[in-house]
T-cell receptor
Framework: TQLLEQSPQFLSIQEGENLTVYCNSSSVFSSLQWYRQEPGEGPVLLVTVVTGGEVKKLKRLTFQFGDARKDSSLHITAAQPGDTGLYLCAGVRNQGGKLIFGQGTELSVKP | SAVISQKPSRDICQRGTSLTIQCQVD?????MFWYRQQPGQSLTLIATANQGSEATYESGFVIDKFPISRPNLTFSTLTVSNLSPEDSSIYLCSVERTLQDPSTDTQYFGPGTRLTVL
């Protein structure tokens, strides 16, 4: 059983389209992180959310932490080919606990 | 944040040999971890590298196969022993809780080591 369900696992869209990636769980997380990984590189941290209902923006990326801290979403507006990569959500259930990863979303943005 | 380097960045090894991967951080950190990422997959935690004591391994990973050292707060090594083709993967180290920000659970990752076993 996957503790953090990430969807969709694959997404192929055209440049300029919007998209949303979801990360869901039945468990509460004390914090949740989103990473982006390009081929041949390690995951790069995009954002950490810690407060229920929190919304953070990073240029065209909007991250939301659910009110109950059980789910999160990443929304990309007007996707560009440079957004292509593997997006990973990862959460910590208790402060000091292990980082639990979702399955990842492989995003391809075609020009 | 922390800047993390790994050596080697990639290697091709023969079956039955071993590969040692080094992870160096530019600042002292409390926690260091080793992960495996198989092609197209998410990350699986191998172990937590503990400074001055034996690493803490996750279910399915054992010290004989994945010996880990952590002699200080900025450096760790992971050895993958008795290699088989099933060990072909990307191995990543990560760190958490820099001395500048000891309370955060945020992890920062190295660039990874791509291992191919023939």
């Amino acid at each position: 059983t996957q503790l953090l369900e990430q969807s969709p696992q694959f997404l192929s869209i055209q440049e300029g389209e919007n998209l949303t990636v979801y990360c869901n769980s039945s468990s509460v997380f004390s914090s949740l992180q989103w990473y982006r990984q390009e081929p041949g590189e390690g995951p790069v941290l995009l954002v950490t959310v810690v407060t229920g209902g929190e919304v953070k923006k990073l240029k065209r990326l909007t991250f939301q932490f659910g009110d109950a801290r059980k789910d999160s979403s990443l929304h990309i507006t007007a996707a560009q080919p440079g957004d292509t990569g593997l997006y990973l959500c990862a959460g910590v259930r208790n402060q000091g606990g292990k980082l639990i990863f979702g399955q990842g979303t492989e995003l391809s943005v075609k020009p | 944040s922390a800047v993390i380097s790994q050596k080697p960045s990639r290697d091709i090894c023969q079956r039955g040999t071993s590969l040692t991967i080094q992870c160096q951080v530019d600042s002292q950190v409390t926690m260091m971890f080793w992960y495996r990422q198989q092609p197209g997959q998410s990350l699986t935690l191998i172990a937590t590298a503990n400074q001055g004591s034996e690493a803490t391994y996750e279910s399915g990973f054992v010290i004989d196969k994945f010996p880990i050292s952590r002699p200080n707060l900025t450096f760790s090594t992971l050895t993958v022993s008795n290699l088989s083709p099933e060990d072909s993967s990307i191995y990543l180290c990560s760190v958490e809780r820099t001395l500048q920000d000891p309370s955060t659970d945020t992890q920062y990752f190295g660039p990874g080591t791509r291992l191919t076993v023939l």
